[in-house]
């Protein structure tokens, strides 16, 4: 058994981020929507490691945690498909905008994230422990294409 098939790990991952979608609505075909979405923002990333020898008190030889921030950029375009709240109801209520609708939307685009770095330091949790060196758990790269497909709700 090597050294890293004792080790327990976790990670979270948080986007924060904000973005313009612009939408084409042909006055032929109301229920179809054509759009193109662009985001930018910040990746917040969380990992921790923990050596599962144990301690002849039952307890944990090290844990070690690292966090990292980074930044995100999405483009992509997708199609709405919806049906307005007209074509269920005879008499469907009076709207400010434009008329509810209810529908399905497929969209594809490639995220870039920058990669995270993480170089975990150990947890100074017992004053009387020596204190030992961290290490690099290397860059974890999340950049990639992505496929969503949902439900809208138009209002």
Known sequence: MSEFDRIR???AIHDLFAGVRASFAPSDASWVRPY???QGGLVLGYASFADENTTSDGGLLS????DDLGGLVYGGGGVEFS???DALMDDPPELISEPLAFGVYVEGGYFYRTP??????????DPDRIPVRGFSAGDLD???G???LGFVARM
């Open 9 to 11: 790990s976790s990670l």
């Open 36 to 38: 193109a979405r662009v």
């Open 63 to 66: 844990s070690s945690e690292a």
């Open 83 to 85: 049906l307005p709240l």
């Open 116 to 125: 995270l770095s993480f170089s975990a330091s150990p947890s100074s949790g």
């Open 142 to 144: 999340l950049s990639g």
């Open 146 to 148: 992505e496929l969503r």
